[in-house]
């Protein structure tokens, strides 16, 4: 059994990366859990019930002045937060499914903001999103499988 000193432990703590590929994993911690999250608790319902979809757009869209095409906005915000959460999960078409998403928690913010509600979850929910789009599905999502050039070759 090898002899780990005190330093050594805590110099490692300060490494670009502390374990094998370690960003690929930590992005794909980011995108499943949060994705899972969004689908079973906000998605599953939403995309189910239809009916649900003219109130949930008028809601968000009646907030910034919109007052037409309730039930398009609401069937948007549905997708967005059932099929393209499930997308974001398996890492396909991430960022196209990262921008529904951030757009979709921006309104539900400003939603429960005008409503005097806390939009601590929107909120959360977009921070996690924008740092799905800007660092990319990462190397097990679909998308590397699919577009990287690597793949691509053969």
Do not use: C
Request: charged share 15%.
């Amino acid at each position: 059994m090898p002899n780990l000193k005190k330093d050594n432990i805590i110099s490692s703590l300060y490494k670009d990366q502390l374990f094998v590929n370690s960003f690929d994993w930590s992005i794909l911690i980011l995108r499943t859990i949060p994705s899972f999250y969004m689908f079973y608790y906000h998605g599953m319902k939403k995309i189910t019930s239809t009916s649900s979809w003219e109130w949930l757009g008028k809601a968000a869209m009646s907030t910034i002045g919109i007052e037409f095409g309730f039930i398009y906005f609401g069937f948007l915000a549905a997708l967005s937060e059932a099929v393209l959460a499930w997308f974001i999960f398996f890492g396909f078409l991430t960022r196209l499914s990262s921008l529904f998403l951030i757009s979709t928690m921006f309104f539900a913010s400003a939603y429960h903001l005008a409503d005097g509600e806390s939009a601590e979850s929107a909120l959360i929910y977009l921070t996690i999103y924008l740092v799905i789009f800007i660092l990319g599905p990462g190397r097990y999502s679909l998308d590397e499988k699919l577009f990287s050039e690597k793949y691509l070759k053969t």
